[in-house]
C-alpha cells in the first residue's frame, strides 16, 4: 500500500477545522473595537497553548516561574500530541499557540496554510546524542544499511521528522522508500520493539535515553549528523490571529524567552526535572538529564533552511516557503 502523504494526513486532520479558521479569518477582520483591540501592542490577555510529548518544559517553567503573569498574560497549557494534531488545533480555533515541528510547519505552509512560526524551542544539539536508530539488543541489524526492507517506528509518518533517518538512508546506499515507516507514539516504541511490531524505532528525547538506558542499541543518530543546530519544535499561530494580536503574540515570546534562560541555567536543573517528572507522572530518579535538548526562542535560519531544502530533495514538499518566508514577523531571528 502506498503510504499516506503528509497532505493526506494534515487534510485529514483538518476536516473539523475548516469552520474554525473561517471564523478566524472574519475574526481578523472584525469589529472596529476588535481591530483596535489588535493594533500594534494589542490583543488577548487569556490565552490556549499547546505543548507536545517533547519539549514542554518551558512552557511550565514560564508558568511556575511567573513569567507569563509578568508578560500580562493568563494561560491555559493544554498537552498534545504530533505537531500536525497539534497545528489542527489552532487552525481550528480551539488553541491559539501551538508546539509544531519545523518539518511540519514546512510542510503547511508549502500547501498554502495560513500558518507563521511565531518563534523557536527545542533545537538539534550538534555534540550531543538525544536520539537515534534504536534495535533490540539481539537484533541482525547492525547499519543503516540494514533497515532496507525493514519496518520502523517514527513518530509521524511523512511530517518531516523522519527525514533525518531518510537522509541516513541515503548515505547509507539505500533507497530511503525501502523503508516501511510506522506511525507509533514515542511512548509505545518499546513495547512495538519487545513485541515485535516493528524492526527499529527513530525515537527522540527521554524516549532515547530509556531505551538505551533499557539496553537497546542505538545504530545511528542522524539527527545530530545532518541536522545540528536545527530548530525541531518551533510555537506556532495562524496568520489570522497574529493579525488580531501581535501584541500577544510579543508577550508570549518575551515570556518563553526568559523560560529558555531558566531552562538552559544548570543551577535550574532540579527544577525542570521536576517539571518533566510530573507532566510524565514518574519518579525524578527516572528522568535522565542527559535527555534535555537546548531550547532557544531565536530561529537559526541557514540550519532551518537546510531542513526545508532536504524535505524538498526528499519529495516531501514542492515550492516551499524560505525559512525566512515561514517566520512571523515579530519572531526572533538568531544573529550571525
Not at 146 to 162: E, M, P, R, W
Not at 248 to 264: G, H, Q, R
Amino acid at each position: 500500500m502506498e503510504k499516506p502523504t503528509f497532505y493526506t494526513r494534515f487534510t485529514q486532520a483538518l476536516v473539523p477545522a475548516v469552520a474554525g479558521l473561517a471564523l478566524l479569518s472574519l475574526a481578523a477582520c472584525g469589529s472596529p473595537s476588535e481591530a483596535a483591540a489588535g493594533g500594534e501592542s494589542g490583543g488577548k490577555s487569556a490565552i490556549k497553548v499547546v505543548v507536545a510529548p517533547i519539549h514542554f518544559e518551558t512552557a511550565y517553567v514560564a508558568e511556575e516561574q511567573g513569567y507569563f503573569k509578568e508578560a500580562g498574560l493568563a494561560v491555559e497549557i493544554v498537552p498534545g500530541a504530533d505537531p500536525s494534531a497539534n497545528l489542527a488545533q489552532t487552525v481550528s480555533g480551539q488553541a491559539d499557540i501551538t508546539t509544531a515541528s519545523w518539518g511540519v510547519m514546512t510542510s503547511a505552509t508549502a500547501k498554502g496554510m495560513p500558518v507563521r512560526v511565531i518563534s523557536g524551542n527545542g533545537v538539534v544539539d550538534p555534540k550531543a546524542d538525544n536520539s537515534g536508530i534504536v534495535i533490540p539488543k539481539n537484533s541482525p541489524i547492525k547499519t543503516v544499511a540494514d533497515l532496507k526492507g525493514k519496518n520502523v517506528a517514527v513518530n509521524g509518518v511523512n511530517t518531516g521528522g523522519d527525514i533525518p533517518m531518510l537522509q541516513a538512508a541515503m548515505a547509507a546506499g539505500i533507497e530511503p522508500k525501502s523503508i516501511t515507516e510506522i506511525a507509533v507514539p514515542y511512548a509505545g516504541m518499546q513495547a512495538a520493539l519487545e513485541r515485535g511490531t516493528v524492526d527499529a524505532a527513530f525515537v527522540a528525547d527521554s524516549y532515547y535515553h530509556q531505551l538505551v538506558d533499557a539496553g537497546f542499541k542505538s545504530i545511528a543518530s542522524p539527527v545530530r549528523e545532518f541536522q545540528g543546530n536545527m530548530p525541531v519544535t518551533v510555537w506556532a499561530a495562524t496568520e489570522p490571529w497574529l493579525k488580531s494580536n501581535p501584541g500577544t503574540a510579543k508577550k508570549f515570546n518575551e515570556a518563553m524567552e526568559k523560560a529558555s534562560k531558566f531552562y538552559s541555567d544548570p543551577a535550574n536543573s532540579a527544577s525542570v526535572v521536576a517539571i518533566s517528572a510530573r507532566i510524565k507522572q514518574v519518579d525524578t530518579a527516572k528522568i535522565n538529564p542527559k535527555a534535555y535538548v537546548p531550547v532557544n526562542t531565536a530561529i537559526n535560519l541557514a540550519s532551518g533552511q537546510a531542513g526545508i531544502d532536504a524535505m524538498e530533495k526528499l519529495g516531501f514538499v514542492k515550492d516551499p516557503l524560505t525559512a525566512e518566508g515561514m517566520l512571523w514577523s515579530g519572531a526572533p531571528r538568531f544573529a550571525k
